[in-house]
């Protein structure tokens, strides 16, 4: 249920209005980065998709799928004033243990940190987002 005067924004993965928080600014922003940098079609996006290892229950902010809809990408999103430390990356690595993705994306509007596999097939930082088409 939203406030009165509460800002919305249209998430184009969930098809519905969520509340403006700073984090969701940047997650939308995201999606649009994904969808026109990386050319990853919306339905293969996924926003909000709870995950859970052992007893704890979380949300990746963004899921991307492969063709087979296997999971490709994760992205954690935070807000502008939340550095991008160990602490948001270990986030990140813990739903990859559920996930098993080949590309992690840690980002606060501000700054992205891109990782994926290097030529060595080992996770590497990449320096720019890859094409969809390339990451498959």
């Known amino acids: 249920m939203f ?3 509460e800002r919305l924004i ?3 993965l ?7 928080t700073p984090e969701e600014k940047v997650r939308q922003w995201f999606i649009q980065v994904l969808n026109a940098d990386g050319q990853v079609p919306l339905h293969m996006m996924m926003s909000e998709h709870p995950l859970q290892l052992g007893d704890k229950k979380w949300r ?9 809809l ?3 990408m994760v992205v954690e999103c935070k807000r502008p004033d939340v550095e991008l430390d160990q602490k948001v990356l270990d986030q990140a690595l813990r739903y990859n243990m559920v996930l098993g993705v080949k590309y992690i994306v840690v980002t606060n509007g501000l700054q992205t940190r ?4 290097g030529v060595d097939g080992k996770m590497c930082f990449l320096s720019a987002l890859p094409k969809y088409e390339e990451m498959l």
């Open 60 to 68: 990746a902010d963004i899921l991307v799928w492969d063709r087979n």
């Open 3 to 5: 406030m009165s005067g």
């Open 14 to 20: 969930r098809k519905k209005e969520v509340a403006l």
């Open 70 to 72: 296997h999971p490709l």
């Open 114 to 117: 891109i990782a994926g596999p």
């Open 10 to 12: 249209w998430d184009p």
